[in-house]
């Protein structure tokens, strides 16, 4: 039995490494369509205002979820549980994620809560909370303007991703990789 113990850790720690790699491919994935989204949008909210953004949001989050997805081998995107775009409602495993997620930024705000798990259909999906910052308030807060509330309307008329405060679980970033 002693020489079984040696023979199994070292048959699960590539299995460790290979999860940690993949958390790392995943966490840079998020990271990009964070980097890139936001970029655009606080180009639009500069030099436009609040109303652009929705549009440019509307338009270009999509867009570059699908370019970093086909260049990766993995679906990338963003759920919520109260979500504007309804592409981007989740699956009953992610509700659940989000509800962890919700959990814990309510006991440590400090820390973002991230999980790579294996779903029901055999994919390695990966979440990364997404705690609401400050600069989306003015789309997904609890206090907006009714100009940017009619744009809001118009682009996406089944919203429900505002009364937002700052720091809230606004979503989570959702990593798919597909079964190969």
Known sequence: MKRLIPIVFLLCTPVLADEQQRIEQSRHLAMELQQQLSSELMAAMQAEGPVHAIAVCNERAPVIAEGLSKSNNAVVGRTALRVRNPDNAPMGEHKAVMDYFKARLAKDPNTVPEVLFTASNG???YMRAIPMPPQCAACHGSNIKPEVSRAIAQKYPNDQATGFE???L???FLIRWIAE
Do not use: A, Y
Request: hydrophobic share 10%; glycine share 22%; charged share 35%.
């Open 166 to 168: 700052v720091g809230d």
């Open 123 to 125: 994919e390695q999906h």
């Open 170 to 172: 606004r979503g989570s």
